[in-house]
């Protein structure tokens, strides 16, 4: 699988595919303008309805009221119309960040299967100085057992002395 992501419209604006929060609600309003000039034309019809309301100015307050209503039709209107217009766009992202979650994914099972060799050979170095120190051990417990002998073997070697006697001794029998 290839490390690059698939080929978009997207591709000469790096910003697209990483991006703050900040700048996701920035790149929305510049996508879609018409929603946020319907938010606002709502939210400002509601707090003239407010005001007219406090200053008992019933036939503004009801017009106010109109408008909110108009207001929120035009903001719905943009949000479908908006949704069907960048619909494609949206799925194109959605692959991306789809992509990027098995890269992702990917990436941690590479890193985890390298620490995992990493500590298979730490454990084959450490079983081979074992096996080194062992024989080692081994090799030293062995010329010990050699000295040893050789003590014992000159000692029980008789000397000349020893040699002439028994053949003395050999002799008369």
């Given at each position: ?10 591709d ?19 996508e ?8 606002t ?10 005001i ?10 009801n017009?106010?009221?109109?408008a ?15 949704s ?14 789809e ?15 390298r ?16 096996k ?36 003395l ?5």
């Open positions: 699988m290839s490390d690059k992501p698939y080929p978009s419209s997207f000469d604006d790096p910003d697209f595919y990483n991006e703050s929060r900040l700048g996701k609600i920035g790149r929305k309003i510049k879609e303008p018409l929603i946020p000039i319907g938010l034309a709502t939210c400002y019809a509601l707090y003239q309805a407010a007219s309301m406090k200053k008992g100015d019933h036939t503004r307050v017009r106010m009221f109109r909110r209503i108009y207001a929120q039709a035009f903001t719905i209107v943009a949000i479908i119309g908006g069907i217009y960048y619909k494609e766009d949206r799925q194109k992202r959605k692959v991306y960040n992509m990027l979650a098995l890269q992702k994914a990917q990436e941690r099972r590479d890193a985890w299967i620490e995992l060799e990493a500590r298979e050979q730490e454990e084959e170095d450490l079983a081979k100085k074992q080194a120190y062992i024989v080692g051990m081994r090799e030293q417990e062995r010329k010990r057992k050699g000295e040893a002998r050789s003590v014992v073997e000159t000692l029980e070697r008789p000397g000349p002395i020893v040699t002439a006697i028994l053949a001794a050999s002799g008369r029998s």
